[in-house]
């Protein structure tokens, strides 16, 4: 019998990309499904507004926890959280509060390479340790998601930070991750030699303005994610109408 992890890992494809439209609690997450996705995924910006404890590792461990669990009790559907840095910096920390994680049901995680509350990006060497005690403390059936936050960090997209993406995406691959995400890159030529040169699963992020998932999967993207996008879309919509019922 297949897996819910390796039917979620199967849905990764490179040219034909799995979508996830970001959720946040139970509710969005029956919307999202009923919508026909096949897979569901947190956004910690959403989780932390919509909890009101804000983002950035603000949301307390057993909140995380627990919303995993219920999303899952909620609709059936792989389920994977974006974990932001793991609550810790120490790589053995870090991957016991990911194998916490995985008990909730979860079947993978976001893991971020930014200093969540500080400055910058963890040296790889570093970053590389945190993915390789994850992996060992949870077994090959759960997707890390290593992602780089450099396209984040800065706004000169140029080759020379290509380049450094690429580095940092195949120490990831070797430690043991699953997949690569990269925020905010999106020139079709500079995802081409991503998908080229990194042997993970390329995930991007879909922004206002962004290039379309047709264009992005002619490149060989696997994977689109919605990021907080979808909760600040839908909060617009919920101040306008109340505006227009209380006016």
């Not at 959280?81 to 920390?93: K, R």
């Not at 991957?95 to 790889?124: R, S």
Request: charged share 20%; with cysteine.
């Amino acid at each position: 019998m297949t897996s819910t992890f390796d039917l979620f890992a199967a849905l990764h494809v490179p040219g034909d990309p799995l979508v996830l439209y970001n959720i946040w609690d139970p509710g969005s997450a029956l919307a999202v499904a009923e919508a026909g996705a096949k897979a569901l995924a947190t956004g910690s910006h959403p989780v932390g507004d919509a909890s009101g404890f804000g983002d950035g590792q603000k949301v307390p461990l057993p909140y995380v926890f627990e919303n995993a669990r219920r999303i899952i009790a909620a609709t059936h559907l792989p389920l994977t959280v974006d974990f932001e840095g793991a609550y810790a910096t120490d790589p053995e920390e870090g991957a016991a509060n990911v194998a916490g994680l995985k008990e909730t049901g979860a079947v993978g995680c976001n893991l971020e390479d930014q200093v969540v509350g500080g400055e910058g990006i963890h040296p790889l060497e570093l970053q590389v340790r945190r993915i390789a005690a994850m992996r060992q403390a949870v077994g090959d059936d759960f997707y890390i998601n290593a992602r780089t936050d450099l396209f984040i960090k800065t706004k000169v997209h140029d080759d020379a930070l290509v380049e450094a993406a690429i580095a940092r995406g195949k120490a990831f691959a070797d430690a043991g991750a699953s997949g690569f995400f990269v925020p905010r890159l999106s020139d079709p030529r500079q995802v081409e030699r991503v998908v080229r040169e990194v042997p993970l699963p390329l995930n991007l992020i879909a922004f206002p303005d962004a290039p379309s998932k047709h264009e992005w999967a002619n490149v060989g993207v696997a994977r689109i994610s919605h990021g907080p996008f979808p909760f600040k879309r839908l909060m617009q919509q919920l101040t306008a109408s109340a505006k227009e019922a209380m006016g």
